[in-house]
Each structure stands twice: as C-alpha cells, then as structure tokens.
C-alpha cells in the first residue's frame, strides 16, 4: 500500500523537473532582478530538460498502478511532450512579444506563472484521482487568471482576466460538485476504483448522469467547448497574444487528454481487437460527445464569419477546433485517439503560427483589426506567406499538416459509419473556408494604393516562423513520422 | 513523373530570383518549361500506345499503406500532353500579353504551380494524391483569378470559383474515403480489381459525394455559374485554366473512376442527367452573351456537359467520341481564348456588337481565329468534326430515347456553330467599326501559338488515325476499363450522321443570322432568370453571414451576467428533462423530523437571502449573504461537525471582509436590470434552487457506500503512524493532494505579487 519512492519519483519525473526549475525560476529572478534574461534561459532549460526526461520515459510506461493517483503511460507522455513544445515556443514568441518585453521588471514573475501552468497540466495529463484533477485544475486557472491579465496597455485587459476568473470559479464549482457526488455513489475518488464501483454496482444512473455532467462542464471550460466557451473570445482578445496562443493550445491539450481518460478510465470495460472501446454502459458518452462537438464546431465557425478583430477570429476558430477534435473523442476508438492526437500536434504548429504572424503584424501596427493585414502579403511578403500556409492548413487542405489531420479524423468518422456527422463536419469546414479566405483576401487582394514600403522582419523573427512553417508544410507531405509517433503513443493504461 | 510534377513546384518557387536576374527574358525561358515537359510527356508515347502502363512508386506513408503512385495509361498521357501542350502556348502568349503588367513574376508562379498540380492529378494513381493535387489547382485557380485584384469584381469571382471548387473538394474527399473503406485500397488500379463495389451499402454515397466534387470542378449545373464569373482572369489563364485544363478536371476524375464506380443505372443516369441539362441550359445562356469571354465561357460549360454526358452514355462510340471531342476542344477552345485576348488586348473591347472587319488589320489572328471557329462549327475535314460526327453517331445508336438524347445533343452543337461564327468570324468581317483603341497585328509571340493549335486541329482532322488513333483507342479503353479496337476515319460516307452535320451547322448559321431575335427569345423565355443557381449561391452566403451574425448577437453579447444564465438555464433544461421524464420521484424520501431550532434558522437564512436580493448597496447584499454562510455553519455544528463549521466560519468572515475592501474600490451601486428581467432572473434562480433540492433529495435517498472511513480510520495508526486521522490524511495518505494545494497557494501568491507590481507601475 505505501508507495516505493523510486517509483512515486519515475512516476512523476517530468513533474519534478517543472517544479524544480518553478523554484530555480524564482530564485533566478530574485538574484539578477534587473536582467530579466537568465530567468527566460532557466525556464527554457527546464523545459528542455522535461522535454528529455519525457522521450526517455515513453519506452518504460505501462505500469499499472495500484491506487496511485498518477499513472505514467505515452497517452499521457504524448500530451506532455506537446504542452512542452508549446511551452517553448511561447517563451521564444515572448522574446519577440512587445507587450511582455513592455513590462520589464515584471517577467520573472511571467515565466514562474507560465511554470505554473505548465505543472497543473502537467499533472492533469497524468492524475488518475479527482480531487489531483481537481487540485491541477486550481493550479493551471489561477497562474492563466493572473497571465490574461498581465499586461496593463489596455482595460480590456483586465476586463479579460476578471470575466476569465468569475467564469472559472463558476465551472470549477460545477466540477467540484460533480466530484462530491461521484465520491457520494461510490465511495472512492480514484478513477480505477470508480470504474470497479461501477462495473460491479447498480448506482443510480440520474446522480451519476448529472455528475457527469457537471464534470464535463468544467472540463468543456478547459477545452472551450459550447456552452461552456462564452469567455474564450474576451479573454483572447484580452490578454497578450503570447498568453492566447498558450491558451489556445497548451491549456486544450491538458483539458482533452484529462477528458480522455476521465472516459476512457472511468467507463471503459474493455477495449476490442479492432480498437473499439466498449463502455460500460453506464452512461451514453458518445450522443452527448458528440452533440457536443457538432455544437461547437457549428456555434465557433458560424461566429468566427464576420469578426473585425483578427485575435476574436482565431478565438472562435479555435472554439470550432475544439469542436472536431472532439468529434474524435466521441468516435470512441482507438482510431479516433490517434486522429485525436495527430489533430492535436498539427494544431499546435498551425495555431501558433498564426497567432505568432498576428503578434508580428500587431508589433508594427499596434492593433489586431483585419484592416490591418491590407496588403500585409507585399510590405512582409515571408509573414504573409507563412500566414497563407497556417491558414490553409487550419482550413485542412493540401498540401499542409491541417489536411492530414482533417483526413485521419475523417477517416475515424466514416470508419465507424458516422456518415452524417462527417457531412456536418464537412459543411462545418467550408464555412471555416470562407472566414481564413477573407484574412488571405486582406492580404493579397485589397486595394494597396502604390507598392507600400516593406517592413523590416528581424531575423529572430523569420527563424521562429520557420521553426512552424516548415513543419505544417513536411507533415503535409510526408506524414509517417507523425503518424508513427502517434500510433505508438496510443497506450493507455485501463485497469 | 514525380520528377515532372516536382520540377514544376521547384521553378515556381525559383520563379521569384529568375524574374530578378533575367528581367524581361525570364518569361521567355520559363515558357520552356512546358515545352520541355511537354517533350518529356511525349518520349513516353510509343509505350503508353502499345498498351503498357507505365507506373511509378515512391513510399510515402506506408503506416497506412499509402505510397505516392503515379501511373500513366493513355488518359494519363493524353491529359499530360494537352496540359503541357497548351500550357507551352500559353505560356508564350502570355510573355507578351503581360509585358507591361508589373506583377508578371506572380502571373508564372501561380501559372507553373498550376501545372504542376494539375499533371500531379492526371497522373496520381494514388486516391489521396489525386486529392492533395486537385485542391491545389482549386487553389492556384483562385489567386489567378483574383489576378486583377484592384478589381472588386475579380476578387469576387475568386472567391466564389474557390467556395464552390473548395466545397466540392470537400465532399470529394469525404467520397474518396468511403471509396478507401469499400475498396481497403487508396490505388486505383488496385480498386479496379475490386468486385461487388456497386452493391456495397455505402456506393451510393461515395458516388454522390464524388459526383459533387466533380460536377463543381467542371461546372456543371447546378454549379456552372462560378466559371463565367471566372472570365474575370486573364484571358491566358481562361484560356489555360478555364477551359483547356482545370475544367476538364472534373470530367477526367469521372473517367478516371467510370471502371470502379460506373456500370450501374446510377451513375450512368445521373452522368447522362446532369451532363445533358449543363449542355442545354449553358447552350441557351450562351445565346444572349454580347461580352466575347462570357460568351467563350458558356460555350464551354456546355461542352462540358457534353463530356460528362458522353461518360454516362458510356458506349464503346460515345467514350470514344468523347475522348475525340475532348482533345478537339482543348485545341479550338483555347485558340478562340486566345484570340479573344487578343482582341481585347488591341482594340480595348470585347463586347462582340462592336467588333467588325478586324481582318484587315490583325490578318494573322484572322485566319487563326477563322481556322479554330470552322473546327468548333464542325466543319469538314477538321478535327472537330470528326468529334461532332462520332458523338451523333453514339447518340443514335444509344438503343433508348434517341430523339429526346438527339435533340440535346443538337441544341448543344448548333448553339456550338453559332458561338464559333459570332466569336471567331464575326469580328474579322464586315465593314470596320470604331474601337477604344486603334487596332493592330497582334505580337508574333500571341498569335504564334494559337496558328499551332488551329493547324494541329486541321492536321488531326486529315490524318484523324495517323495523328491521334493510338493514344484515343487507349485512352477509351481506360475509360470503359475493357480494351477498345478502333479506327478513326475522317470520311464515313453521306449517311444520317452528316446529313444531320449539315443541318447543324445550317442552324448555327440562322441562329447568327437572326440572333438579334434569338438573343430577345432567349431573354424573353426567362430561361435564365428562373434557372440561377447563382442566386442560390448569393442567397446562401448571405444567409449564412446573416445566421451568424444572429447567433453571435444572440449567444455573445459580452455581458457576463447574460452568459451566466444561459449556462444555468442550459443545466436546468438538460437536467430537469431527464429528471421529470425518466425518475421515480416517489424514492424520495421527506419524512424527516424537523426541530425547532432547526426551523428558526432556516427563516433566518431565507430572510437573510430576501434581504440580500431586495439590498439597495453592496454592503447590505454581502452581509446578508453572510449570515446565510453563518446560519450553514450552525447547521454544520448541530449534525456534530464542529471543524467544518469552524472552516465555514473563518471563510465567511473572510470572504466578507474581502469583499468589503474590494467594494471599496468599486464605484457607486447602480441597478442594471428592470423589472421584467429580474423577474425572469427570479424564475431562472427559483427553477435552479428546485433543481438543486431534488437532486440532493435524490442523492440523500441512495445508500452511500465509502469505503474510505472505515480504512483511514483502520490504517493511520499501523500504517502511518499517527493518532489525528484528520493529520493523518493530509501530511500522509493524500500528501499529493496537499503538496498541489500548497502549490496553487504558492503560485496564487507569485500571481498577487505581479498584479500588485503592476499597479505600481501604474502609479509611476
């Protein structure tokens, strides 16, 4: 029963490495307080360090863990390794970030939040026990409240942050309540032990349905799905780019993979040969997922149509995003865990990239307006076209990484006979078409009255794009390796 | 053919440094670029036309079997040589047509993309290839459309061609993926092998969904209305694009996939269908156009529909007419564009009322122009009238509604004759009108390449089986997926087929007589007012703008509170629906004893909840709200709770006195809603305290099983060590737990610590 310390220590390695470096973060800070460079180099470090200690681990997992609150397994790896890269490439965007290079003396305080939230993701990858998920939950909102609002320019600023944490405090209300009444049914808190409770007793499904319930509500919050999303486009709009990206991305990450296993832990009884997961029956997942995702790809691509405001556009994008990833989980196959999980990677790249290309535009321009991409295509012809390449692939054409994505979960789709929630998605992805287009006709196709002055792109600047650009288009082309890496990360542990 | 296709990609992407160190000439050597492939394409002839088929794989995703096949069979070839054929002509023609035009370098980028793309889809054997290919054509079709993008009529007709191609391609993939799960191949040789896939349960959606993809490509009605619009590019990229090439895309993927899917009544029906609809009503738009593309345009979409019709006829005659008809349009088609590129470009009009007795002016771009209109009309010994011939004679031998397929089929050829007179004769002969500019001879460079094409429509027309009998024979038989022996003679004798030839063209010629009445008839009839899928288009994007607009009106007003209760009321209606459909409320249990004291704090707390409500100043509201936390508490002490009423107290005290600093802060109370809202507020807060009660009833009514109690209560001693389970359990057995919870607090504590820096660099 009491744990061996070697193995609590493997178990949560990447987890030590992040709250070590949170530490050294701080010190660093306290000790050179008014160069703020060596605290973003030790923030790197760490990550590149978790980044590490993350690959080496992937080929020991599979533990199965008795009553442990964290298991250690690639699922939760793969979510781990894309919370870190992302978290990278924030800190690089940050370097290049007018708004968090504004405020000075605060960053050290900027890189031991986004550490922060690193942790709470980190363990929401991996914790088996609901009062850890609840705790990593707490963890990751506190740090994204006080980084939506980090920046002191603008009230919509604080305006973000404030709407950001009342809603927060709603959901995680919501998700506590659902928690108290699981614990109420079956006298554990432990996923494992729900699953065994569950399996073995008739509890009453009404209880147990609207404890589900409210727990999807906290976690649709996380992943912003409809009708839990209301906040996402204030708080993007809101924060620092650098902190909507993160939170576009990084924060999805860690909310799906704890849906996926809070599903697939939970309520799984067995998983078939041909990867089909079979449920045990206790609650009817799949209607409600993917009601739920035909909403939010419907309400987040439908509100994107007609906004001015470039961050509010991509906001909503990302909301429909949301929408097919988890038209993926609902599939409830192995198959769709893998569409899951390529979606996710490719998303990462392309989401960043675009909103890196925002930050750029809006470093020169000062606002994030659509009128102010006009010609963007001539006066910084390689952010332009970097733009032109995300914006495709988040429409999921080729030859770019959103079309492999878009292809795998279609495949999922129709692999199960979900005919007409692949047509809905499909008709889904041609209104997405016409709202990327318009940005692309801003940019190449309005009325520039002589040729306009180019505007200097720094160096720094073209070799970050690229680090993305070139990506979406090599997985566009050639795909194996994802795809391996993903189907080798699909190993989960149930039971 | 990897190669080719990549080279292509490559050079456009060098296009750029090329224009910078060559200036001028580099459009002159890129144009060799198709000449070159158009060459390479050649080398393989004898091959492809004794019948091998020459195929090609790269490994490209071989976790899903997936490997980047190219294959060339007669159709293949025949479509690579048109594409680079063309292309080499256009190419040139456009290196003077766009001399001047300072974003000449984006004109060849987007143009060898194009090619690339588009000889990647005629030689993909591979589903997926073929798809990744075809959205880039869709693609580089758009940005040469919006070419002229100062224009805002341009930049609408590109995006309409890329909505309706981009959507098409859509359900295109998602009918190639059904076909992957009906076939388990993404090749389609392999598919070829594949039995039983018409009676698969998922055929028809995969040949709807397919159909869709091509029917868009190529403009078939309903579709038809994005390619008109797209005469706003270029008159080489109409030329090359939008109707040699990327047109014919949809009708190659039609017969590309007629040996897997076709066969049945469906398709070959709907084919037959739609293809004959798409000639007719094109034909009858095409009657009332006065601008020279518009008019090209039509005539195109109506030959189009022809094509596909051909495909669903599918007899032995009628794919080989087909293939016959398709090579003699690609070559008179884009000549006549050409030429009416010229035109525009030396008189500054293309309104056909205005053009007149060019010849003696631009006498080379006359005879070429005269050369391709007599192939278009059918006229003997052209190419063209080999194709008119074999599509008549496959008519009349269909074995089923000859006269009503006939009669189509004849409208489409006289309206055919009559665009190629009002297009290619009409405005070199006659008496001189005055145009915006004063006319010249075209450069060399732009009527060079159409004399090419017109002569080879002549010469294939004399030597119709020397020329082309190889490579049509193969490409028919890998259209009917069976082999095909045949001879193409030029001369069949006077038979029904030439008599009726005859009466076409005699047709054609009062349709151009008279076609000032025609035109009235044609607009009269309303053929094209109520048949306007273009509207439905418009329609449809406006009203799709104007639902959103709605719904995020509706949904996000960007008042938290209006957010709040539609979250609310969302969980209510779920939950109460489920509650008042599916529970037995007789379960709950309430004959519970109620004591006195029990009953005076339960009034205390509702008064002090009214009060809250009712307060006109913050402070009142949050003091009353106070007391509800207070009166818990009790509650909690008389259950034998003490420690969590402890905790309840100390958090109500401090959440009150927070909130008495923060209201500090804050500027006067105003009261935001009128009474209709607050009474939906209270219905909503009322329905939401039900709720709440009977699911808590609910709950209290089940046995709770915890297993939890009895083991800490058990362990903490043998296992831990310690006395104070509650100790026990926080430092020991959820350690986790409470190092997280020490991490939030730590992290709440650097986040105060930013804001707290934040404001007083606001003070500074």
């Known amino acids: 029963m009491i744990p061996n310390l070697s193995e609590i220590f493997s178990l949560t390695a990447p987890e030590i490495v992040i709250a070590v470096t949170l530490i050294l973060v701080v010190l660093v800070d306290l000790i050179w307080d008014k160069n703020k460079v060596p605290a973003m180099f030790t923030a790197a470090l760490g990550l590149i360090v978790a980044g590490v200690v993350i690959l080496n681990g992937m080929p020991e997992t599979g533990m199965i863990p008795n009553n442990y609150m964290v298991v250690s397994d690639k699922l939760g790896l793969y979510f781990k390794f894309i919370i870190v890269l992302t978290t990278l490439f924030i800190l690089l965007f940050t370097y290049d970030s007018k708004e968090i290079i504004e405020s000075h003396l605060r960053q050290g305080e900027y890189y031991a939040l986004v550490y922060g939230m690193v942790l709470g993701m980190f363990f929401l990858t991996s914790a088996v026990d609901l009062i850890l998920i609840y705790i990593a939950l707490e963890l990751l909102s506190l740090s994204s409240y006080v980084l939506a609002g980090f920046s002191d320019k603008e009230t919509r600023n604080s305006e973000a942050a404030v709407k950001y944490l009342i809603y927060g405090a709603i959901s995680s209300a919501f998700m506590l309540f659902g928690i108290s009444l699981i614990y109420g049914l079956t006298g554990t808190t432990n996923l494992y032990g729900v699953n065994e409770v569950l399996s073995t007793t008739v509890v009453n499904i009404y209880t147990l349905g609207f404890a589900v319930i409210l727990i999807i509500a906290g976690i649709g919050y996380k992943i912003s799905a409809v009708p839990f999303h209301f906040w996402t486009p204030d708080v993007y709009e809101g924060s620092p780019i650098t902190i909507t990206a993160y939170l576009s991305v990084a924060s999805k990450a860690a909310g799906f993979a704890l849906l996926i296993r809070f599903v697939s832990i939970t309520f799984i009884d067995h998983v078939k040969a041909d990867g089909e997961w079979i449920l045990n029956g206790a609650f009817d997942w799949q209607t409600i997922l993917i009601v739920l995702a035909l909403l939010t790809m419907t309400v987040g691509n439908l509100s994107a149509l007609w906004q001015k405001n470039i961050k509010r556009l991509l906001a909503y994008s990302s909301v429909a995003h949301a929408g097919y990833i988890l038209l993926g989980v609902a599939v409830l196959t192995n198959l769709g865990l893998v569409s899951v999980m390529i979606y996710f990677a490719v998303y990462m790249m392309m989401n960043l990239g675009a909103f890196y290309v925002v930050m750029l535009v809006a470093n020169k321009t000062g606002s994030e307006h659509i009128s102010q991409f006009d010609g963007i295509g001539y006066t910084m012809p390689y952010a332009g076209v970097a733009l032109t390449i995300f914006l495709v692939s988040l429409t999921g054409l080729p030859p770019t990484a959103g079309f492999i994505g878009k292809l795998y979960l279609f495949l999922a789709l129709l692999d199960s006979n979900m005919l007409m929630v692949a047509f809905i998605a499909l008709l889904n992805t041609v209104i997405s078409l016409y709202y990327y287009v318009r940005i692309l006709k801003h940019m190449y196709l309005k009325n520039v009255a002589e040729m306009p002055e180019k505007i200097e792109t720094r160096g720094y600047s073209t070799v970050v794009l690229s680090l993305l650009v070139v990506p979406v288009l090599f997985f566009g082309i050639y795909w194996t390796p994802l795809i391996d890496f993903a189907k080798y990360c699909v190993e989960f542990v149930i039971k | 053919m990897l190669i080719a296709v990549l080279s292509g990609i490559i050079i456009a992407a060098l296009t750029p440094l090329i224009f910078r160190v060559m200036k001028e000439k580099a459009s002159l050597l890129l144009s060799l670029v198709p000449v070159f492939l158009f060459a390479w394409y050649l080398s393989y002839y004898n091959r492809v036309a004794n019948g091998e088929i020459i195929k090609e794989v790269s490994e490209w995703i071989p976790a899903m079997g997936i490997n980047l096949t190219f294959s060339m069979d007669g159709l293949s070839l025949l479509f690579a040589l048109i594409i680079t054929g063309i292309g080499s002509v256009v190419f040139f023609y456009a290196a003077a047509y766009l001399k001047h035009d300072k974003y000449i370098t984006r ?36 940005l040469l459309i919006g070419y002229y993008f100062d224009k805002e009529s341009s930049r609408k007709s590109a995006l309409q061609a890329l909505l309706v191609t981009g959507t098409g391609g859509l359900a295109l993939l998602a009918g190639l993926i059904l076909l992957y799960i009906i076939t388990g191949t993404t090749e389609i040789s392999e598919m070829l092998a594949v039995t039983g896939i018409s009676s698969h349960e998922l055929y028809t959606g995969a040949v709807i969904l397919v159909l869709i993809g091509a029917f868009t490509k190529s403009a078939q009605f309903p579709f038809h209305f994005w390619l008109p619009n797209a005469m706003a590019a270029p008159s080489p990229v109409s030329a090359y694009l939008h109707s040699a090439t990327m047109v014919k895309a949809g009708v190659f993927l039609l017969a590309r996939l007629n040996p897997v899917l076709g066969g049945t009544e469906f398709w070959q029906n709907t084919l037959l269908i739609f293809g004959g609809t798409t000639m007719v009503i094109a034909a009858f738009l095409a009657l009332k156009q006065t601008d020279l593309k518009k008019l090209l345009a039509y005539s195109t979409v109506s030959v189009l529909g022809t094509l596909t019709f051909m495909i669903g006829l599918g007899t032995e005659t009628a794919l080989k007419g087909m293939v016959i008809y398709l090579l003699a349009h690609s070559l008179f088609k884009a000549s006549l564009f050409l030429i009416a590129g010229s035109i525009d470009h030396e008189t500054g009009t293309r309104n056909v009322s205005q053009l007149s007795g060019l010849k003696s002016f631009m006498p080379f771009t006359a005879f070429v122009a005269i050369f391709a209109a007599l192939s278009k009309m059918g006229f003997f010994p052209f190419y063209g009238f080999i194709g008119k011939e074999t599509l008549y004679d496959a008519v009349l031998k269909s074995g089923s509604n000859e006269i009503l397929l006939f009669s ?45 094409l017109a002569s080879a429509g002549f010469i294939f027309g004399l030597l ?51 076609r000032t009445k025609f035109t009235n008839i044609s607009i009269a009839s309303g053929v094209g007012d109520f048949i306007k899928p273009s509207m439905l288009y418009d329609k449809s994007l406006s009203m799709m703008i104007s639902l959103a607009r709605g719904q995020t009106r509706l949904l996000q007003n960007g008042y938290m509170r209006y957010y709040i209760v539609l979250i609310v009321s969302t969980a209510l209606g779920l939950t109460g629906y489920v509650l008042f459909t599916s529970v037995d409320m007789s379960v709950i249990d309430i004959s519970f004893d109620i004591t006195f004291s029990e009953v005076v704090i339960l009034l205390v707390m509702i008064a002090a909840s009214i009060t809250a409500i009712k307060a006109k100043r913050r402070l009142s509201a949050i003091a009353s709200l106070g007391v509800v936390g207070y009166g818990v508490a009790i509650i909690f002490i008389m259950y034998g709770a003490p420690d969590l009423a402890l905790t309840q107290f100390s958090i109500e005290t401090l959440t009150v006195i927070l909130f008495v600093l923060a209201i500090y802060r804050l500027p006067k109370y105003l009261p935001f809603s009128n009474t209709t809202l607050r009474f939906r507020d209270f219905i909503i807060a009322a329905a939401s305290g039900v709720m709440m009660t009977m699911i808590v009833l609910l709950v209290t009514s089940e046995e709770m099983v915890s297993q939890l109690k009895s083991f800490f209560a058990e362990n903490s001693l043998p296992l831990a060590k310690g006395k104070n389970v509650v100790n026990v359990i926080l430092v020991d057995f959820r350690a986790l737990d409470t190092m997280g919870e020490i991490t939030v607090l730590a992290i709440a504590a650097i986040g105060v610590y930013a804001l707290i820096k934040l404001r007083m660099e606001g003070r500074k």
Do not use: C, Q
């Open chain 2, 107 to 142: 004109f060849y980028v987007y143009i060898l993309f194009f090619m690339a793309s588009m000889l990647g889809v005629v030689t993909s054997d591979n589903i997926f290839g073929l798809f990744v290919f075809w959205e880039l054509t869709s693609l580089s079709s758009y």
């Open chain 2, 408 to 452: 189509a089929v004849f409208i489409g050829g006289a309206v055919s004759g009559f665009v190629a007179i009002t297009a290619g004769i009409k405005p070199f002969i006659g008496r001189t009108i005055e145009t915006p500019k004063s006319p010249h001879e075209a450069p060399l460079l732009m009527y060079a390449g159409p004399i090419v």
């Open chain 2, 464 to 514: 119709p089986e020397s020329f082309t009998g190889n490579i049509v024979e193969k490409t028919a038989s890998a259209i009917a997926g069976t082999n095909i022996e045949y001879t193409i003679k030029l001369w069949h004798g006077f038979n029904l087929v030439f008599l009726l030839s005859v009466v076409t063209l005699v047709v054609a010629y009062l349709l151009y007589r008279f």
